[in-house]
């Protein structure tokens, strides 16, 4: 065919894709693909563009030829491609119709970015900067665009130092742009915007951030002549500059975050508009929190939200819509929480929330529950210590009027139960029955939060306040299930899976009656009932351990065949996760048992663990595409093009899947250790590609099952004798070599660049647990490992100092608040430092625990930087696991830590007097620790800790870990040296027997009273009977190690060889129940 038939072709093509008939677009489609496949295509397309009367036919030529130039360019002779850069400059000022113009306008850019990087369109730049001239106001706005555009995609490093070559020029466009008329101004604000945050050197950027009270005034009249999609798309700016790491930006997000605050406030404006302003706060709150904090404005941020939390939004739970500035301003504030200290977050919120809790208004009543739910992921340390005021709260709202307050009440109840866990536990009698009673309100929406409320909260539930009315509660949720609602019987029948979970081997006189109730839903095939399935699969799962084996086991070959049937079939993800929640219970409790089932079962959970299903790649569509057209297989370049417009997220419900499919695979690797052997290479293999994968859940999952596969591994090829602590000198097998290699290179990899706390306080786990099973063997990895172990009690690693908000140049002030700012950060994000500061401290007690002696110079060398974490300033949280650490590591090294000890006994008197219970109770443990292994500390420090200690153990309703833990240390004391411990101590001592929470410090009181009948028999005689009380308690305590047991059982048989007369006549005095233990042994 000729050129001009060709071009005949595609025109006639392109009229069938401008007709309203499907058949006709396909083939039209269907040909193009076809025909523009060679470069010289391009070339058709571009004289369409030029010569071709129709708008319409312009308009799809010119959106074609961007996509095909993308790979043509290259391969077109340099005579055609100066050609059209001669030309289509040209074109677009002479082009009338807008919307071809900014067709033309991304051609423009195509070639432009071509290219500019190489130096190779000189006339390129006078035709842009000349465009501030043109008359046309569109040819001004695609100026911008096209500036805008470049700074986007300026992606290669040498594009962007072409670029900095013209700053001035493109400063003094956007200078003009913002003086001109107002739809210019919009255009200029994102090209602003892009420059920068695409400009790379501070120095340069400068040109462009003294134009942001500009772009301000811009988002001003937007939001005025209520243009909606400018004013949001100007707060995305405005959301980038929060990330943005130029300090001369720091002077102007104050200026918009008070300018957010008067959008946010004022009454005329969309909610659209709003919430976008809602979401730089929050941004802002992510990553530069100091500016707000700094300048005054968290009073009246928190004000603004807690308004917005007061409005009538019933339906703010269901709501999912971008516009829902209820569920905006509820996110912003769990960020305050989770980003600043509790004491400027949590306590000026008090006088709100009581001002509220008393007030007519349902819905300031109803916000009460709100705001506490969401300070509680941030505040939760904070809003244990004030726990009362909380359940205060919360029984208020159970017991309100109006039921749209108590059913954000039982919403409340259930993530506190998450978030203040276990503390909340302690208000369980009043909590529960408030619960319960509401069970049988007709209101089906009200029921569904109820359920929900009770689901969690019996998830922690201790069995003694279950088992008392287990029957009354399975004869509520059996009524709801019979309602008519769908999302009744999901939520109750979820409630019953809770209640079997909390109660296991208590919960087996239901259940026949609970799987007769859920067998029929395991196989419906009704699309309404899905979810209903889903949560009758996760309660099959809740009942494997409710009976003994032989009367499960009959049900599992048709249980495990229906599972299959329904992951193979895979109607819903939910669907998916509670049959692999039905797997992993089973092989949890079975065991080898069910080795048979093991390769159908590795198989189904290796393709969803892998399954890249519920992956959304969100693109940049702004340029315009015309479905259906193909990519040439070898179009790279508009891949990668793809891929830099392109997100990722995935659905919900496929990361739950995905990370059940992952737990059973790391479920097999424990609980069938020799079976899964052959599949621990494979294994690994695919949880290389998921360690790093993009959601955090996910890599936790994969993190958990990668060190699970050492149990099978050392099964199968165990160290030849088992490990003496101290010992360097076992090796490991090669085969766990191996495993130990990949794990902490991945382990290293997480520690020094993840941004997630939570992540790395998992990997500190796995190494703890790690450790802790192969012992002193694991030392070369010890050795890779400790620096970066230390680094979380020093906050230097990334995930501590990757959005740490530092503002410098700012005044000599802050550089002397520097010290105060330090120890607030530790306060900021509660629960992740937490989390990540106890599972560090692990790692060093495991380390002490199979190093001793060995890891004794290290320690002593790191405690002044652990000690950092000590300071009255650190949350009391924070400092209790430290102090308690620090004690644990000095016990088990077994060494002599006088060197030390001068450092660390005014912490542990410090301590004693400490306004934190938890502070309190390691205190008494690290004295009495230190005490035991120092053979410096004098007579004046037994007497000063014994005076210090005296309030403790005497004050009435002590907490009772307080108690036990300061018994330990008065036993230690009495074991090292009881010449120093005056006679009247030791009724007190004992009287404060048994040890009723902490059974750790029984072994201590042991030994302590074997030295009392030894040394002091006068003294002890007379207690003989609440000190055989004490026994008889610690030996009925079914948690009670061994160990400790056989130590009790030994001291007895000597006391009653040495004293027979003296012990037999007490023991014929005490309790039945008692004498019964005795009996016993």
Known sequence: ????????????????????????????????????????????????????????????????????????????????????????????????????????????????????????????????????????????????????????????????????????????????AMKDEFSVRVYALKAIGSAILETPVESKVQLFIGLIPNMIETLKICIENEMESDAIAAFEV???????????????????????????????????????????????????????????????????????????????????????????AGIALRECGQRYSSKIIYFPSLNVLKEYAVSQDENR???????????????????????????????????DPSKKVRQQACISVGRLSENLHPDIYEFTSTIFPLLLNSLTDPDDQFIIRCCFALEVFMGNLEKKYLLPILPNIIEKLGLLIQRNNIQVKEFGIASITSLAFATEESFSPFFDQTFGLIKNFLIVQDKNLLSLKAGAFDCLASLVKTVPKEKFAPFLKELFQVCYLNVEEAQTSEIVESCFSFYYSCFEHFGEDLKDFLPQVFDQVSKYATSEDGIIKHQDNANGTIQGIDNEEDEEEDDDEDALNASYSVRTGFVDQKSAAIHTLGVLATHLPVSFLPYCKLTVEKLDGLLGYFHNEVKDEALVALQSLIIPINKAYPVQTPWVKGDTTQQLPEATK????????????????????????????????????????????????????????????????????????????????????????????????????????????????????????????????????????????????????????????????????????????????????????????LLGVLISRSIVAKPDHYYQIIQSIHPIITAPDQDRYVLDNACGCIARMISTNNSLIPDQVIPIFISKLPIQSDFEEVDAVVDAILVLFTQKFAVVAPLIKPILSAFAHALSQPLMAPATIEKITHLL?????????????????????????????
């Not at 071009?7 to 007709?19: D, M, N, P, Q």
């Not at 842009?128 to 043109?134: D, N, V």
């Not at 404006?269 to 990553?287: G, H, R, Y």
């Not at 009543?365 to 210590?385: F, H, N, W």
């Open 365 to 399: 009543r109803k916000a009460v529950l709100g705001i506490i739910t969401q300070l509680s992921y941030g505040c939760s340390e904070t809003m244990k210590d004030d726990i009362k005021t909380i359940i205060q709260f919360i029984v208020n709202g159970l017991q």
């Open 238 to 328: 405005f959301h980038e500059f929060s990330e943005c790491p130029f300090q001369s930006l720091l002077q102007y997000i104050p200026i918009i975050c008070k300018f957010s605050l008067e959008v946010i406030s004022n009454s005329n404006v969309d909610n659209a508009i709003k919430t976008s302003a809602i979401e730089f706060l929050d941004s802002v709150i992510q990553n530069k929190p100091k500016c707000i904090s700094k300048n005054n404005l968290l009073e009246p941020l928190l004000s603004v939200f807690f308004n917005i939390l007061t409005l009538d939004n019933e339906t703010a739970e269901e709501n999912d819509t971008e516009d829902n500035i209820y569920q905006g």
């Open 738 to 925: 191996v495993l130990l290699d990949f794990s902490f290179q991945t382990y290293q990899s997480i520690i020094k660049y993840d941004e997630s706390k939570e992540l790395v306080a998992r990997v500190y786990g796995l190494i703890a647990q790690t450790i802790k099973t192969l012992g002193p063997a694991t030392h070369p990895y010890i050795n890779l490992i400790g620096l970066d172990i230390l680094q979380a009690f020093n906050s230097t690693l990334y995930c501590q100092t990757c959005t740490a908000d530092d503002i410098d140049g700012l005044g000599e002030d802050d550089e002397e608040e520097q010290d105060d700012e330090e120890n607030q950060d530790w306060e900021d994000d509660e629960s992740g430092d937490l989390h990540l500061i106890d599972m560090a401290c692990e790692c060093l007690i495991e380390i002490s625990t199979v190093m001793g002696v060995k890891f004794k110079e290290l320690f002593e060398g790191s405690l002044k930087t652990i000690l950092k974490l000590t300071k009255k300033t650190i949350l009391h949280s924070i400092r209790s696991y430290v102090i308690g650490s620090i004690a644990e590591c000095i016990k088990v090294i077994g060494s002599d830590f006088s060197s030390s000890f001068d450092l660390l006994y005014p912490l542990g008197i410090r301590s004693l007097g400490d306004e934190s219970i938890k502070v309190q109770r390691v205190g008494c443990y």
């Open 1 to 176: 065919m000729t050129d001009q038939q060709n071009i005949a072709e595609i025109e006639l093509c392109l009229r069938g894709l401008l007709e309203p008939n499907n058949d006709v677009i396909k083939q039209s489609t269907d040909k193009l693909n076809k025909i523009l496949k060679t470069p010289i295509s391009s070339l058709y397309l571009f004289h369409i563009l030029q010569t071709s009367p129709y708008p319409e036919m312009k308009q799809l030529a010119a959106v074609l030829l961007r996509k095909k130039l993308v790979v043509h360019w290259v391969k077109m002779n340099n005579d055609n491609r100066l050609t059209i850069k001669n030309t289509i400059l040209q074109l677009l000022l002479a082009e009338p119709t807008p919307l071809v113009k900014k067709a033309i306008t991304e051609v423009i850019i195509i070639i432009a970015r071509v290219e500019l990087p190489i130096q190779n369109w000189n006339d390129f730049y006078t035709f842009l900067f000349k465009l501030s001239e043109c008359q046309d106001i569109y040819v001004r706005q695609m100026q911008l665009h096209i500036i805008d555009t470049l700074f986007q995609h300026a992606a290669s490093s040498s594009s962007k130092s072409y670029l900095a070559n013209i700053y001035p020029q493109i400063a003094q466009v956007f200078q003009n």
């Open 1053 to 1081: 048989r000597n006391l009653l060889t040495q004293y027979n007369a003296e012990m037999k006549e007490v023991m014929n005095t005490l309790p039945e129940n008692e004498k019964i233990v005795f009996q016993k042994l």
